[in-house]
C-alpha cells in the first residue's frame, strides 16, 4: 500500500521554464510534507518543506504548494537550472513514536533540464 | 550537514554470509534511521533509533537487525544475506526535539550487492 506515490517517473524541462513535480498521498493523518534533491552516489538532500496549516511555501526559486482537501502536493522551481537535474522525492510525516517522526516517501521523480 | 558517514561505501558479498554497515554521525544527534533504496519503491524504513539501546521496526525490518550502543553509532546487520537486500542503504539523523522538525539529515548512502 504505497501511502505517498509520485506518478511521473521522469520529467523533462527546458532551461529556464518552469519544473512542476506532483505528489499524491492517501493518509490524511500526514502533517508535515518534504522534498528532497538526490544526485546520483550521494544522499538525500533536504529542500523545502511545508506544514499541513499552511498551503503554500517559498524558498528562492522553490515553491511548495499543498492541496489537503485533493491530498495532492506539488514542487515549482522557477527558473528550472541545469543543476536541478536530479531525482525528488517526495516525504510525508504523521507518525511520532518515542519522539522519532517516521518519514513515507515516494517513489521519485527523475527531472532533467535541457539546455 | 549533520556530519553522518558511512561504511563501507561499496560492499559486494555472497549469499548467507553476514554483513553489517556503519553510520556513524559526530552533531549528538538523537534519534538515527536505516533506510534502503530500491528502483520503484522511494526510501523505505528499515529500523530507527531513539537513544541510546533503544530501536524499533520499521516497514521493512524482516532479515535487519540493529544495534545503537553509542550515540554516535548505529549499526545495521544483515544476519544472513539474500540477494533480495541488494541496495542502497542509507543513514539518517534527526536533532533533538524543537529544532528542524521532521527534517532527515542523510548520509552518503552504502550500495550493497549480495551474489
Known amino acids: 500500500d504505497q501511502q505517498v506515490k509520485q506518478n511521473s517517473p521522469s520529467l523533462s524541462v527546458q532551461e529556464g521554464r518552469i519544473s512542476i513535480l506532483n505528489c499524491d498521498y492517501t493518509n490524511s493523518m500526514f502533517d508535515y510534507f518534504l522534498w528532497y534533491k538526490k544526485y546520483p552516489a550521494e544522499g538525500p538532500t533536504f529542500l523545502i518543506s511545508i506544514s499541513s496549516i499552511k498551503d503554500k511555501n517559498e524558498d528562492g526559486r522553490f515553491t511548495v504548494f499543498l492541496n489537503k482537501s485533493a491530498k495532492h502536493l506539488s514542487l515549482h522551481i522557477v527558473p528550472s537550472q541545469p543543476g536541478d537535474s536530479a531525482v525528488y522525492f517526495c516525504?510525508?510525516?504523521?507518525?511520532?513514536?518515542?519522539?522519532?517522526?517516521?518519514?513515507?516517501f515516494g517513489q521519485g521523480t527523475r527531472l532533467t533540464i535541457n539546455p | 550537514d549533520a556530519g553522518i558517514t558511512q561504511s563501507p561505501r561499496h560492499k559486494v558479498t555472497e549469499t548467507g554470509t553476514p554483513v553489517t554497515l556503519r553510520c556513524h554521525q559526530t552533531e549528538n544527534h538523537r534519534y538515527m534511521y536505516w533506510y534502503r533504496q530500491d528502483p520503484g519503491h522511494g526510501l523505505r524504513l528499515i529500523h530507527y533509533s531513539y537513544g541510546v539501546k533503544d530501536t524499533d521496526k520499521g516497514e521493512v525490518s524482516d532479515g535487519y537487525s540493529v544495534s545503537r550502543s553509542k550515540t554516535e553509532d548505529f549499526l545495521l546487520t544483515l544476519e544472513s544475506a539474500t540477494s533480495s537486500q541488494t541496495s542502497v542503504y542509507f543513514c539518517a539523523t534527526v536533532r533533538s526535539a524543537g529544532l528542524s522538525y521532521n527534517e532527515q539529515f542523510f548520509g552518503p548512502g552504502t550500495r550493497l550487492t549480495v551474489l
Open positions: 516525504a510525508a510525516s504523521g507518525y511520532v513514536i518515542q519522539g522519532a517522526q517516521k518519514l513515507v
